[in-house]
């Protein structure tokens, strides 16, 4: 399995925040997976910001402090999923990652990691 | 919103033991938090040591060892390696609100 990011590595302030991440040797329509996204930035650690998946329909979570300004969408016939975070400010300068978290009966676990996307919010 | 909590730094000498701990506000960290333990280091893309509490990846080294212990997730390194020096992150999920959340991360400096 391989997940890798790709988008612009610079976004104006207020402006939306637009990545993807391309999987490869799994589906996004997994019925035993959950596609995530996480970032880290330069003052904070690791944060986790949302999911999406597929059983029998599509699910999201998001985390609350991001609902409101954050979007994660699946393209089954690309076979990646995306993230949009609006309304950008300087805060959300990040490495952004995707991770694939495979659930089990018992267990869950955030098994393969992107190698993460810088994005810096500067005007 | 739930708060999760780990040791901000800890120092272990090469060779030695170190626990890094895990709480949250709840006070009880149980099988149901599905606890992870995560290796970060700088430029690189994090790793999941532990899953699930106790689980472990065959790319973690057998060294490493997680548990539940008095209501916290715990990480056991023993025989502390230079390579060890990290930040490691705690990830528990909360079933009730469906969402993943991250402890402040341990630097763990090996010296």
């Known amino acids: 399995v391989q997940l890798q990011q790709s988008g612009p590595g610079l976004v104006k302030p207020s402006q939306t925040l637009s990545l993807t991440c391309v999987i490869s040797g799994d589906s996004v329509s997994s019925h035993t997976a959950a596609w995530n996204w996480i970032r880290q930035s330069p003052s904070r650690g690791l944060e986790w910001l949302g999911r999406?998946?597929?059983?029998?329909?599509?699910?999201?979570d998001y985390a609350v402090s991001l609902k409101t300004r954050m979007t994660i969408n699946p393209d089954t016939s690309k076979n990646h999923f995306s993230l949009q975070l609006s309304f950008v400010t300087p805060e959300d300068t990040a490495v952004y990652y995707c991770?694939?978290?495979?659930?089990?009966?018992?267990?869950?676990?955030?098994?393969?990691w992107g190698q993460g996307a810088l994005v810096s919010v500067s005007s | 919103q739930t708060v999760v909590t780990q040791e901000p730094s800890l120092t272990v000498s090469p060779g030695g033991t170190v626990t890094l701990t895990c709480s949250d506000t709840t006070g009880e960290v149980t099988e149901g938090n599905y606890a992870h333990w995560i290796q970060h280091k700088p430029g690189q893309a994090p790793r999941t040591l532990i899953f699930?509490?106790?689980n472990k990846h065959s790319w973690a080294p057998a060294r490493f060892s997680g548990s539940l212990l008095g209501g916290k997730a715990a990480l056991t390194v023993s025989r502390v390696q230079p390579e060890d020096e990290a930040d490691y992150y705690c990830?528990?999920?909360?079933?009730?609100?469906?969402?993943?959340?991250f402890g402040g991360g341990t630097k763990l400096t090996v010296l």
């Open positions: 990830l528990l999920f909360y079933s009730a609100t469906q969402v993943w959340v």
């Open positions: 999406i998946y597929y059983r029998s329909k599509w699910y999201h």
């Open positions: 699930s509490a106790s």
């Open positions: 991770a694939r978290e495979t659930i089990g009966l018992t267990t869950k676990d955030f098994d393969y």
